[in-house]
C-alpha cells in the first residue's frame, strides 16, 4: 500500500503543529481540564466497545480555515469537536491504549480526503463518530462502506 506523499504529510504536519500551538497559545487556562479529562478517558476506556461508545459521543465539524490534524489533548479540549482527522487521531490514541494498535490511513477520491484509524489487526476502523467492524479484508470493507466515493487508500 502506497503512503502519502513525505512533503505533503511534512507541509500539513507543520502548519498542524502552529495550528495546536496557536490553539494553546489562546486557551491555555484549558490545558489542566483537559489533561484531567484526557487522563479520565485513557483510565475508563479499556476495550472495543469502550472506544465505540466513547467515539459515539465525538461531533463531526468542519475545520474553518484550514485542515489540520489536532493533537489528542485539543482534541479533548474543544470538547471533542473536529473533522475526520480529529475523530482518527483520538481513535488511533484509544485503540493504542487498549492494547490494539491502530495505523492511520488517508482516503482520496472525488469527495475530497477523509482520514480513519485502522487497528493493526484490520478489524477496526474508527471513520468520524463511528467504530466499524470489518468483515473480510478491510481495505475492501471500507471501499464498499463508502459506496465507491473514494479511489485510493493512502497509508499516513
Known amino acids: ?29 484549558e490545558y489542566k481540564r483537559a ?10 476506556v479499556k476495550t472495543v ?12 465539524v468542519h475545520d474553518k480555515f484550514i485542515d489540520w490534524k489536532p493533537w489528542v ?3 479533548v479540549a474543544r470538547k471533542l469537536m473536529d473533522d475526520c482527522d480529529g475523530a482518527a487521531t483520538l481513535g488511533k490514541h484509544l485503540f493504542n491504549n487498549i492494547g490494539r494498535g491502530a495505523d492511520l490511513y488517508v482516503l482520496d477520491g472525488n469527495k475530497g480526503r477523509h ?5 493493526f489487526d484490520g478489524q ?3 471513520s468520524n463518530n463511528i467504530v466499524l467492524k470489518t468483515h473480510g479484508y478491510w481495505v475492501d470493507y471500507v471501499m464498499n462502506h463508502f459506496s465507491g466515493q473514494y479511489d485510493s487508500i493512502k497509508m499516513w
Open 1 to 29: 500500500m502506497k503512503s502519502v506523499n513525505p512533503v505533503s504529510k511534512w507541509l500539513y504536519l507543520t502548519y498542524s503543529f502552529g495550528i495546536n500551538c496557536l490553539y494553546w497559545l489562546t486557551h491555555f487556562k
Open 49 to 60: 466497545e469502550h472506544v465505540s461508545g466513547f467515539m459515539n459521543s465525538y461531533k463531526w
Open 115 to 119: 482520514m480513519i484509524a485502522v487497528t
Open 124 to 126: 477496526y476502523i474508527v
Open 73 to 75: 489533548i485539543t482534541v
Open 35 to 44: 489533561k484531567r479529562e484526557l487522563w479520565y478517558i485513557i483510565e475508563s
